[in-house]
């Protein structure tokens, strides 16, 4: 099965100011002990604990502007009774396509946007099979391309895309994949820089 041709993708856009996104949906505290709950908890340089102050990080700049892909399953997908691991197998797959896709995208903005910073959409996997080297105590193979997500830095997710990208989040229920997915991403611009270039 082509599994890019069982699902569409509608897109979603925002932009805040960083100001107000840090008073409105970043709570490092709460989302530091949800953290330390995922396997990816110090375990990957995208994921905390930090050596920097996640909110200085984001006061070093001005806009924050969000980028959302809705993944829409197809009807054949949505009427299939699955098994744990079949429905891990597929959102693993899915969302390894479509994130690597969007963070081309984010780093091509990135690129057009001298300092800026992009924001992934969930933590870094740039290494593939290889894994991370945070494990092993080594540095960041690939320093020039991890980036943090939201929720790294203490982002609400959730929050964020009912707030500012004026969608509901859907979740897993047993057996059925959801109608969608969203997965979130964003470019951190100063507002220097004269505002996004795309």
């Known amino acids: ?29 709460e989302f530091l002990e949800y953290c330390k709950e995922c396997r990816n908890y110090n375990t990957t340089w995208s994921c905390p604990p930090f050596d920097f102050s996640p909110e200085d990080y984001w006061k070093r700049y001005d806009t924050l502007y969000l980028f959302a892909r809705k993944i829409r399953f197809s009807r054949e ?22 994130k690597g896709k969007m963070s081309e995208e984010l780093a091509e903005l990135e690129a057009k946007n001298p300092g800026s910073t992009a924001l992934s959409a969930g933590h870094c996997m740039e290494c593939g099979d290889l894994g991370c080297t945070r494990p092993q105590g080594l540095p960041c193979r690939e320093p020039g391309k991890m980036r943090y997500s939201i929720e790294s830095l203490g982002g609400n997710v959730g929050l964020t895309i009912t707030k500012y990208l004026k ?32």
Not at 15 to 21: G, L
Not at 78 to 83: A, H, K, M, R
Not at 174 to 193: Q, V
């Open 1 to 29: 099965m082509d599994l890019e041709k069982q699902y569409s993708i509608e897109r979603y856009e925002a932009q805040v100011p960083v100001k107000e996104y840090i008073e409105t949906c970043v709570n490092i505290d």
């Open 167 to 198: 969608q509901k989040l859907l979740w897993i229920e047993e057996g059925k994949l959801p109608e969608y997915f969203i997965l979130a991403g964003g470019l951190l611009i100063r507002d220097e820089s004269g505002g996004l270039r795309k």
């Open 77 to 98: 997908l949505l009427q299939v009774e699955y098994t744990p691991q079949q429905l891990q197998e597929i959102t693993g797959a899915v969302m390894r396509i479509e």
